[in-house]
């Protein structure tokens, strides 16, 4: 059974840092491109980043550039993502997905582009 599982979320202070992780299960990640998402209350899902398959190819979305940066260890099977700098408008439940991907094709974070989703992890930023 495929399953993507998030870890690594928590309450945090503004200004400060927590690392989330996506662990896959039932498949390999290395065929997939791997995008994070994130869901505030009453808001849509905002897609804020993704990382490509083979090429490493990386996209944020610009209210978090610079202060996030996404991973993988496909040895790990495990992609990661790095928030720093947090702010309060960065609560919300963060989830990862993925896509089976063509070789040196570069990702986009659409939601309706992805398969497979976790169940997301909830990360709140206040003091």
């Known amino acids: 059974q495929l399953q993507l599982v998030e870890s690594g979320g928590g309450l945090v202070q503004p200004g400060g840092s927590l690392r989330l992780s996506c662990a896959a299960s039932?498949?390999?990640?290395?065929?997939?491109?791997i995008a994070w998402f994130r869901q505030a209350p009453g808001k849509e899902r905002e897609g804020i980043s993704c990382?490509?398959?083979?090429?490493?190819?990386?996209k944020y979305a610009d209210s978090v550039k610079g202060r996030f940066t996404i991973s993988r260890d496909n040895a790990k099977n495990t992609v990661y993502l790095q928030m720093s700098s947090l702010k309060p408008e960065d609560t919300a439940v963060y989830y990862c997905a993925a896509v089976v991907t063509a070789a040196y094709r570069s990702c986009l974070p659409r939601p309706d582009d992805y398969d497979y989703w976790g169940q997301g992890t909830q990360v709140t930023v206040s003091s």
């Open positions: 990382i490509s398959r083979i090429s490493r190819n990386t």
């Open positions: 039932g498949f390999t990640l290395d065929s997939y491109s």
